[in-house]
């Protein structure tokens, strides 16, 4: 079966560079969901979208942005990187914003700020 | 915001033993789900969990969702080498659509 779809899965850049992470949702899933998590810690959300609208925001910093696009899938763009941004970010997908119809979780793209 | 405390933090145990780890919360959740992550890889969904009071089995794994919804407990049975791994508890309460809070996270180590 399709499953999330994250890239890259690696990236290193330098403090005060951009980055701009993306996410394919499983087919039909309609909410995507990202994910930030540090070293030895748990993932922690940051924002999600539903049908291309922003859906819940959480601890997702004013240097961040994000949107989804109309094939659904969604970009996180990250400026003035800092080297508290390296870390694993994830991206979720689920239909109708229902955890009941399953919800899922990319294999992350490893964020490394130098 | 939200907390949910996972415990215990790490556990060192010998192949076909059972392991038994929980999620407390001082607030409700409506979903209580279990996950387990390999390094450097997505957390990968075991158990869901729906209703207060409900077990789950999937295989060796067994959950169940507390009846006053401020906790739930995974158990695996007769633990093999490749349950090595990180297993987090993530509930979905009031903070918003299906956004996701997590514990602390359990390391397991299974000695063969």
């Known amino acids: 079966a399709a499953g999330v779809i994250q890239s890259p899965r690696h990236l290193i850049k330098e403090k005060r560079e951009t980055a701009t992470l993306k996410c394919y949702p499983i087919?039909?899933?309609?909410?995507v969901y990202w994910y930030q998590q540090g070293p030895g810690q748990d993932p922690q959300f940051l924002i999600s979208f539903y049908e291309k609208m922003q859906s819940d925001k959480g601890s997702i910093p004013d240097r961040f942005s994000a949107q989804q696009f109309s094939d659904y899938h969604s970009e996180l763009n990250m400026s003035s990187l800092e080297l508290g941004d390296s870390a694993l970010y994830f991206c979720?997908?689920?239909?109708?914003?229902?955890?009941?119809?399953?919800?899922?979780f990319g294999s992350g793209t490893r964020l490394t700020v130098v | 915001g939200q907390q949910l405390n996972q415990s215990p933090q790490s556990m060192f145990i010998q192949e076909g033993e059972d392991v038994s780890m929980n999620c407390t919360s001082s607030?409700?959740?409506?979903?209580w789900l279990w996950y387990k992550q390999d390094p450097g890889e997505g957390p990968v969904l075991l158990i869901a969990?729906?209703?207060?009071?409900e077990l789950t089995s999937n295989g060796r794994l067994t959950a169940q969702f507390g009846i006053t919804r401020k906790d739930s407990f995974l158990n695996i049975s007769a633990s093999i080498p490749s349950d090595v791994g990180i297993y987090f508890c993530a509930g979905q309460g009031d903070s918003g659509y299906s956004t996701l809070t997590f514990g602390k996270g359990t390391m397991l180590l299974v000695s063969p």
């Open positions: 969990l729906y209703k207060a009071g």
């Open positions: 979720a997908s689920s239909y109708n914003r229902q955890l009941v119809y399953g919800y899922t």
């Open positions: 087919p039909r899933h309609d909410t």
């Open positions: 607030s409700i959740f409506n979903t």
